[in-house]
Nanobody
Framework: QVQLVESGGGLVQPGGSLTLSCAAS????????VGWFRQAPGKAREAIIC???FSATAAKGRFFSSRNIAENTVTLQVRNLESEGTAVYYC?????????????????WGQGTQVTVSS
């Protein structure tokens, strides 16, 4: 089991970029595959990207995720944020090497960090 804490959220102007961090304690995060999810107001939580336990980076469209093994973190870089990017962003971890965009495999979740896209 690993404890996760997200940080880096805040107010971003439309078209801006943001880097979120998922810090782990209780275990090494490179033993886990990590998924990033977000939940917009009034909507269901949706998957953004995942990074396998055997990978150092992952990229999907405007999203890029990478590991910092020394700091025991995984970061999520988001480019060109628009209003639909306003949401609570979560990281989650699972010990399977498979990279999943489904919520079910993830047993450990952070509390989330709020991102608001507004001018």
């Amino acid at each position: 089991q690993v404890q996760l804490v997200e940080s880096g959220g805040g107010l971003v102007q439309p078209g801006g970029s943001l880097t979120l961090s998922c810090a782990a304690s209780g275990d090494r995060l490179d033993r886990y595959s990590v998924g990033w999810f977000r939940q917009a107001p009034g909507k269901a939580r949706e998957a953004i990207i995942c990074i396998s336990k055997f990978s150092a980076t992952a990229a999907k469209g405007r999203f890029f995720s990478s590991r910092n093994i020394a700091e025991n973190t995984v970061t999520l870089q988001v480019r060109n944020l628009e209003s639909e990017g306003t949401a609570v962003y979560y990281c989650a971890a699972q010990q399977s090497p498979a990279c999943s965009l489904q919520e079910t495999p993830y047993g450990d979740w952070g509390q989330g960090t709020q991102v608001t896209v507004s001018s």
